[in-house]
Nanobody
Framework: QVQLVESGGGLVQAGGSLRLSCAAS????????MGWFRQAPGKARVLVAR???????YYADSVKGRFTISRDNAKNTAYLQINSLKPEDTAVYYC???????????????WGQGTQVTVSS
């Protein structure tokens, strides 16, 4: 089993910054990809950023230039630096890791518990 623990959410004013972290622990051979999703009230959960094991990144258009995803493979941790926050960034942010637990195992998705980010105007 693999556990993901998130931290770093909070209440900030528009224009502020936050850094979210997501640490994975447990039976991990390799983390193929790390991603961050968010879910605003009454809306679907959407992907905002993803980073592969090779360091390639993807960002949703709504966050390009403001969000930066990174990873520390030695710590099995993903980070999301969020700058120039806007009220529309308010959501619960979830991390998602695609984890290979053994040499003959298919990769599996694991989710963090979610961390609330609230941006006041």
């Amino acid at each position: 089993q693999v556990q993901l623990v998130e931290s770093g959410g909070g209440l900030v004013q528009a224009g502020g910054s936050l850094r979210l972290s997501c640490a994975a622990s447990g039976s991990i051979l390799r983390i193929n990809a790390m991603g961050w999703f968010r879910q605003a009230p009454g809306k679907a959960r959407v992907l905002v950023a993803r980073i592969t094991s090779g360091g390639s990144t993807y960002y949703a258009d709504s966050v390009k230039g403001r969000f930066t995803i990174s990873r520390d493979n030695a710590k099995n941790t993903a980070y999301l630096q969020i700058n120039s926050l806007k009220p529309e960034d308010t959501a619960v942010y979830y991390c998602n890791h695609l984890v290979t637990e053994g040499s003959n195992w298919a990769p599996r998705d694991y989710w963090g518990q979610g961390t609330q980010v609230t941006v006041s105007s």
